[in-house]
T-cell receptor
């Protein structure tokens, strides 16, 4: 399977703990995006990378959130000192800049529950 | 400020009939539009897209129509099948899709046998 993969699929943590999620994009894709989706809403943009450079961060991304893509391949999203409001589905997507279309391909998501 | 809106939270259609899902946007800089389908516990799956230089794009049973003057797009599914039951998201982007996607709230489509 050469789609976008995310790990873990589910994470339950206690308030105040740190969590880290991983995303492996489609191998030839140079852009990687993180989104967050809460119940009844569409995905909301958090941040994106082109290769290893983080090009944009949303205002939603507080200083407790940090994302990296160290070698331009996989990416990690870390949330420090989790709060109950961080409970959501975290989605990763990838695309290749240069295609005529701008389709982003999504992974299955990581569902975070903060108790 | 909700730049992309799907005003119908749900839609129920009989199998074999046409399903029409609607989407409105406010940002004039959007020039690329996409529809995604989402099943529970899965990530969104890309369905079809359209550039602002076109007013229609067709792929099998799926057709997307874009009305730039009204800032409105719609997705037509003909004929509707039970497997089409899912949540559908409209999304928009700037710079031909090179920028982040801005999503609507989604419409839950139910196809009844």
């Amino acid at each position: 399977d050469t789609g976008v993969s995310q790990d873990p699929r589910h994470k339950i943590t206690k308030r105040g703990q740190n969590v880290t999620f991983r995303c492996d994009p489609i191998s030839e894709h140079n852009r990687l995006y993180w989104y967050r989706q809460t119940l009844g809403q569409g995905p909301e943009f958090l941040t994106y990378f082109q290769n290893e450079a983080q090009l944009e961060k949303s205002r939603l991304l507080s200083d407790r959130f940090s994302a990296e893509r160290p070698k331009g391949s996989f990416s990690t999203l870390e949330i420090q000192r989790t709060e109950q409001g961080d409970s959501a589905m975290y989605l990763c997507a990838s695309s290749f800049l240069g295609y005529s279309g701008g389709e982003q391909f999504f992974g299955p998501g990581t569902r975070l529950t903060v108790l | 400020d909700q730049q992309v809106k799907q005003n119908s939270p749900s839609l129920s259609v009989q199998e074999g009939r046409i399903s029409i899902l609607n989407c409105d946007y406010t940002n004039s800089m959007f020039d690329y539009f996409l529809w995604y389908k989402k099943y529970p516990a899965e990530g969104p799956t890309f369905l079809i897209s359209i550039s602002s230089i076109k007013d229609k794009n067709e792929d099998g049973r799926f057709t997307v129509f874009l009305n730039k003057s009204a800032k409105h797009l719609s997705l037509h599914i003909v004929p509707s099948q039970p497997g089409d039951s899912a949540v559908y998201f409209c999304a928009a982007s700037e710079e031909g899709g090179a920028q982040k996607l801005v999503f609507g709230q989604g419409t839950r489509l139910t196809i009844n046998p």
